[in-house]
Nanobody
Framework: VQLQASGGGSVQTGGSLRLTCEGS?????????MGWFRQAPGKEREFVAG????????EYRDSVKGRFTISRDGAKNTVYLQMNSLKPEDTAVYYC??????????????????WGKGTQVTVSS
């Protein structure tokens, strides 16, 4: 599966952005568990949010709970990450990823099989 992330940009503290990850390939992207990860300069890549292939199960890292929402549109083979109340510490390159293994949300980047190119999110104070 090929993944294409978009929607990043520069906003001020408290602003919002919606990231989009479009999937394509021989296997329907709707059968993949999806996740968003991010990597800030000098830091390791970290889990942000995940969604099961059914869309029923979602998980978030503690620091984004209540501010970020992950969702998917099976008809469009697209996963979204709505980010509200952005903070400077959310600044990072955001990546979408997919795995066809099992069912659920995977917080370890090593569990993900496919990755899209990142999209930069910059939040200024």
């Amino acid at each position: 599966v090929q993944l294409q992330a978009s929607g990043g940009g520069s906003v001020q503290t408290g602003g919002s952005l919606r990231l989009t990850c479009e999937g394509s390939g021989d296997t329907p992207p709707t059968s993949y568990n999806m996740g968003w990860f991010r990597q800030a300069p000098g830091k390791e890549r970290e889990f942000v949010a995940g969604i099961s292939w059914s869309g029923v199960r979602t998980e978030y890292r503690d620091s984004v709970k209540g501010r970020f929402t992950i969702s998917r549109d099976g008809a469009k083979n697209t996963v979204y990450l709505q980010m509200n109340s952005l903070k400077p510490e959310d600044t990072a390159v955001y990546y979408c990823a997919a795995t066809s293994a099992g069912y659920g949300c995977y917080e370890d980047s090593y569990d993900m099989d496919y990755w899209g190119k990142g999209t930069q999110v910059t939040v200024s104070s």
